[in-house]
């Protein structure tokens, strides 16, 4: 049994419990961190010393942080090869555009478009600071358009880890209210993800907790 700290509303959550969904595991969850608080108790902090969410303990094993790091575990231990290859070769082309989606479009949004639009009280907001920062996502973003067009997901045919380090930022950017670059490969597979069940439960959450106005 997975046991994971975190809460619904946070983009690494949600890319962890939709990972979760997909690999059917059974789980409990423990709401932390936001307006649940607990992250600065010495408890947590025996789980993770960062004081950051999520975390996953599998069983009695020790607890495991670094949302990158949790979602390859469960992708090793638990994903069907197609998800995950056994083979260093065909794994590494799927690392490498999970990596890629984590440190170009999860990371180029959460903090630099998500949370100047949505977190920051609208006197404070910078929309000249909003529009480079959607100017350098779109250009990672039509990448992964081109790279659509030619496959069905991110790192090929098949539905794998990239997709979901990838994908889980795409119901926000969807979402928010902001100008965005056509980029047709990229809508329609954030179509077709929508109609996948776990990322329907996990990843197209309401976030009206985190707005300021």
């Not at 990838?166 to 929508?194: F, M, N, V």
């Amino acid at each position: 049994m997975l046991t994971i700290w975190g809460r619904r509303t946070s983009s690494n959550v949600q890319a962890l419990m939709w990972c979760v969904g997909e690999l059917n595991l059974p789980h409990v969850c423990h709401d932390a961190g936001h307006r649940y608080g607990g992250l600065e108790t010495p408890e947590f902090g025996r789980l993770n010393p960062n004081r950051t969410i999520p975390v996953l303990q599998d069983g009695t094993d020790t607890p495991i942080w670094e949302t990158g790091a949790i979602l390859r575990y469960l992708a090793a231990r638990y994903g069907k090869d197609s998800f995950w290859p056994a083979d260093p070769t065909r794994r590494a082309r799927v690392d490498q555009w999970a990596e890629w989606a984590k440190l170009n479009v999860a990371m180029g949004f959460t903090a630099p478009v998500f949370w100047r639009v949505v977190r920051t009280a609208r006197a404070g907001r910078d929309p000249v600071a909003v529009a480079r920062a959607l100017a350098e996502l779109e250009a990672k973003l039509t990448i992964a358009d081109a790279q659509l067009s030619r496959h069905a997901h991110l790192a090929g045919d098949a539905f794998t880890l990239a997709d979901i380090q990838l994908g889980h930022i795409l119901y926000r950017y969807y979402d928010i209210d902001i100008p965005r670059a056509p980029l047709p490969h990229l809508r329609l597979y954030y179509q077709k993800l929508s109609a996948r069940p776990a990322f329907r439960q996990h990843v197209m959450v309401p976030y009206d907790e985190l707005r300021v106005t």
